[in-house]
T-cell receptor
Framework: GENVEQHPSTLSVQEGDSAVIKCTYSDSASNYFPWYKQELGKGPQLIIDIRSNVGEKKDQRIAVTLNKTAKHFSLHITETQPEDSAVYFCAAIRSGAGGTSYGKLTFGQGTILTVHP | EAGVTQFPSHSVIEKGQTVTLRCDPISGHDNLYWYRRVMGKEIKFLLHFVKESKQDESGMPNNRFLAERTGGTYSTLKVQPAELEDSGVYFC?????????????FGEGSRLTVL
């Protein structure tokens, strides 16, 4: 089955700096890679995702890159703000025709991001 | 529109006791999932319902766990008897689509502590 490794486990940055979280996956057939943000006392919330036919996707201050050859993908947050502090999870899945449902995700271990004012 | 709601938010029980967690998915979402995060590790898939039917229960740890979704609305996850290693946060998620890409909406989780 799929295995997702996420690094670092904790990340501390100053407000305004950039933050990068990296994930690697094992199943070369995985084709969908979402990122979730979990704030204290809340459930994980989708913040950005990327499909295997795209190398990069950006949404305001967050971006995700995907390297299919190396089987790794990364989350980039620029101009970090204190409200970006949360636990971030990457995930991967092989889905679509012949695969499993899009709801059966394999998650990484999570990264605790702390942004200091 | 109400999101995915879970109850209780926190449950503390002793080893050997029984606990039942409840999840109410977003209205109209036929797909309901249970996940678990143990001891700060990754969030792991437990099972998937499509309406009232179990589509995939490959992630259920053992037969002490029983999930139901009678009538295809809310779901319950019962742990009986609970063991220490069952402690963790149990998340419920729902989605409108199954094999078509769509957002997975998570509840706030039920934290289970087994003493």
């Amino acid at each position: 089955g799929e295995n997702v490794e996420q690094h670092p486990s904790t990340l501390s940055v100053q407000e305004g700096d950039s933050a990068v979280i990296k994930c690697t996956y094992s199943d070369s057939a995985s084709n969908y890679f979402p990122w979730y943000k979990q704030e204290l006392g809340k459930g994980p919330q989708l913040i950005i995702d990327i499909r295997s036919n795209v190398g990069e996707k950006k949404d305001q201050r967050i971006a995700v890159t995907l390297n299919k050859t190396a089987k790794h993908f990364s989350l980039h947050i620029t101009e970090t703000q204190p409200e970006d502090s949360a636990v971030y999870f990457c995930a991967a899945i092989r889905s679509g025709a012949g695969g499993t449902s899009y709801g059966k995700l394999t998650f990484g271990q999570g990264t605790i991001l702390t942004v200091h004012p | 529109e109400a999101g995915v709601t879970q109850f209780p938010s926190h449950s503390v029980i002793e080893k050997g006791q029984t606990v039942t967690l409840r999840c109410d998915p977003i209205s109209g979402h036929d797909n309901l999932y249970w996940y678990r995060r143990v001891m700060g590790k990754e969030i792991k898939f437990l099972l998937h319902f499509v309406k009232e039917s179990k589509q995939d229960e490959s992630g259920m740890p053992n037969n002490r766990f029983l999930a139901e979704r009678t009538g295809g609305t809310y779901s319950t996850l019962k742990v009986q008897p609970a063991e220490l290693e069952d402690s963790g946060v149990y998340f419920c998620a729902s989605s409108q689509f199954n094999y078509v890409l769509g957002e997975l909406f998570f509840g706030e989780g039920s934290r289970l502590t087994v003493l």
